[in-house]
């Protein structure tokens, strides 16, 4: 059984900053790439930033410049640093990895959500 734990969302005005952990636990083989998801009310869930396991990264054009995804592969956690957020940054934020338990077949794995509210 593989879990995701979230951490570090909450409240901040625009401009502020945010930083959000994620990490995996329980019977892990490998992990593959990590990442991070948001949905907003009444908005479909959208890619935020992945990160591979050898460090390559992929942005939404939304968040280039201003969030910065990092990961520490011995611990299987992955971050997300927001920086100069914006009220349109608020959404309920979902770590997402690829996780081998006890073989080499990858599966994918989601966080709970932690609530990242950006006032103006």
């Known amino acids: 059984q593989v879990q995701l734990v979230e951490s570090g969302g909450g409240l901040v005005q625009a401009g502020g900053s945010l930083r959000l952990s994620c990490a995996a636990s329980g019977s892990i083989f490998g992990v593959r790439y990590m990442g991070w998801y948001r949905q907003a009310p009444g908005k479909q869930r959208e890619l935020v930033a992945v990160?591979?396991?050898?460090?390559?990264?992929n942005y939404a054009d939304s968040v280039k410049g201003r969030f910065t995804i990092s990961r520490d592969n011995a611990k299987n956690t992955v971050y997300l640093q927001m920086n100069s957020l914006k009220p349109e940054d608020t959404a309920v934020y979902f770590c997402?990895?690829?996780?081998?338990?006890?073989?080499?077949?990858?599966?994918?794995?989601w966080g709970q959500g932690t609530q990242v509210t950006v006032s103006s």
């Open positions: 997402n990895a690829e996780v081998a338990s006890y073989s080499s077949t990858y599966y994918d794995y």
């Open positions: 990160i591979a396991k050898g460090g390559s990264t």
